[in-house]
């Protein structure tokens, strides 16, 4: 069994920065890659950044230049540092790990509840 786990979400000001971690936990042999995705009501939710177990990373056109994925695999967690936040990245983050278990084939995608991200004045 795998949990995902995210936290951090806040109330910031426009132009400020916040980091959200994302935990993972449970029966892990390895985490392929994980994605941060972020969904505001009555839109679909979308891919912010992504980055594999060998470090490569990748962004949406909205996120290039002021957000920064990292992953500390000690920890099993995966950060979403974002700067110069405006009104629209209000949203709820979600993270998606795909993650190789102990005693199962193969790797399978696992969801976190999602930490909400509030950007206004």
């Known amino acids: 069994q795998v949990q995902v786990v995210e936290s951090g979400g806040d109330l910031v000001q426009p132009g400020g920065s916040l980091r959200v971690s994302c935990a993972v936990s449970?029966?892990?042999?390895?985490?392929?890659?994980v994605g941060w995705y972020r969904q505001v009501p009555g839109k679909e939710r979308e891919l912010v950044a992504s980055?594999?177990?060998?470090?490569?990373?990748n962004y949406a056109d909205s996120a290039k230049g002021r957000f920064t994925i990292s992953r500390d695999d000690r920890l099993n967690t995966i950060y979403l540092q974002m700067s110069s936040l405006k009104p629209a990245d209000t949203a709820v983050y979600y993270c998606?790990?795909?993650?190789?278990?102990?005693?199962?084939?193969?790797?399978?995608?696992?969801w976190g509840q999602g930490t909400p991200v509030t950007v206004s004045s």
């Open positions: 980055i594999t177990s060998t470090g490569v990373t």
């Open positions: 449970g029966s892990i042999v390895a985490i392929v890659v």
């Open positions: 998606n790990a795909v993650v190789q278990s102990a005693g199962l084939y193969g790797a399978a995608p696992y």
